[in-house]
Nanobody, 129 residues
Framework: QLRLVQSGGGFAEPGGSLTLSCTAS????????LGWFRQAPYKAREGVAC????????DYADSVKGRFRISRDDSKNTFYLHMNTLEPEDTADYYC??????????????????????WGQGAQVAVSL
């Protein structure tokens, strides 16, 4: 059983930056695909970013491309979501997630909530003036 503990989040003004962190009990080499999801009030949870087990593949939702970046540091059992040029529409609860890797390149993101095996506790991100 993998445990994910999130940190970061909070409040930012439009155009600002925040970084979310997710520390796993253990990642292991090439074992897990990692992802970030978010859920705004009255909306379904959606994929934001994912990174493959080797780090060689990453994918992003169109709404965050060019603004958000996912990274992983397996030596620290931690992965990150670097969020720049934040917009009010980014306001949501953000969740990190991990999936047992079936291949070295896979990175499911769209309609992928059910594809992930482990979840963090969530963190609020609020973007407003």
């Amino acid at each position: 059983q993998l445990r994910l503990v999130q940190s970061g989040g909070g409040f930012a003004e439009p155009g600002g930056s925040l970084t979310l962190s997710c520390t796993a009990s253990r990642l292991g080499a090439n074992s897990y695909v990692l992802g970030w999801f978010r859920q705004a009030p009255y909306k379904a949870r959606e994929g934001v970013a994912c990174i493959s087990s080797t780090g060689g593949t990453a994918d992003y939702a169109d709404s965050v491309k060019g603004r958000f970046r996912i990274s992983r540091d397996d030596s620290k059992n931690t992965f990150y979501l670097h969020m720049n040029t934040l917009e009010p529409e980014d306001t949501a609860d953000y969740y990190c997630a991990a999936r047992h890797a079936r291949s070295s390149w896979e990175c499911p993101l769209f309609d992928a909530v059910d594809k992930y095996d482990y979840w963090g506790q969530g963190a609020q991100v609020a973007v407003s003036l």
